[in-house]
Every structure is written in C-alpha cells, then in structure tokens.
C-alpha cells in the first residue's frame, strides 16, 4: 500500500483547504484510515479517523471544522478544513490501518494558517 497525500498550501485564517490521500495497492474499506499532524516541536497527533461502519473520531480542537470522508471506489480519503486558525499550522499526514501490527503512512502535506 502507497499513500499520495496532497492539498496543502497557504490560507488565511477562516479559510478552507481540502486534503486528499490517494491511495493505491490493495485497500480493505474496513480498515481504518485516518489524518494526523505534526506542528513543528510537537508529537504527531490525530486529527481525524474514519473506518466503513463506524463514525467518524475527531480531535476536539477541530470538531465541528474539519469533516474526513473516503471513497472507497477512488481509494481516496479526504480532509475538509474550514476556519482554519493559525494553530492548525502543520504537516498533515494520512494513515492506513492494515492491522494492529502494521500502519501505511503518507509522505505528508504542509498546511500553513497565516495572514
């Protein structure tokens, strides 16, 4: 499995981006798939998770901002990013779930917040 992410760039505070994580190889929709960030100095942490048949798992600080969806058929994930806020400022990774032992993740895409 190989994980494409894309979609990042440069907006305004209160602006939107949208994210894709293009995936290819044999992909099980089951499975989870999900986003994560990495501001500079910080840990990597999860922004969004999604897996067929279960809601969608967020982080609090962008609950009701950010909305993760798939298409299984396209093999590819997304971010919807709305208000953005200058804290949002990250390299934003995609993670494919293939078990408990073993994790795909995309080569990431940096999302900068400024004015």
């Known amino acids: 499995v190989q994980l494409q992410a894309s979609g990042g760039g440069l907006v305004q505070p209160g602006g939107s981006l949208r994210l894709s994580c293009a995936a290819s190889?044999?992909?099980?929709?089951?499975?989870?798939m999900a986003w994560y960030r990495q501001a500079p100095g910080n840990q990597r942490e999860l922004v969004a998770a999604?897996?067929?048949?279960?809601?969608?798992d967020y982080a609090d600080s962008v609950k009701g901002r950010f909305t993760i969806s798939r298409d299984d058929a396209k093999k590819t994930m997304y971010l919807q990013m709305d208000d953005l806020k200058p804290e949002d400022t990250a390299v934003y990774y995609c993670?494919?779930?293939?078990?408990?032992?073993?994790?795909?993740w995309g080569q990431g895409t940096l999302v900068t917040v400024s004015s």
């Open positions: 190889g044999r992909l099980n929709p089951m499975n989870q």
């Open positions: 999604l897996a067929r048949g279960s809601s969608p």
């Open positions: 993670r494919y779930r293939l078990n408990a032992y073993r994790n795909y």
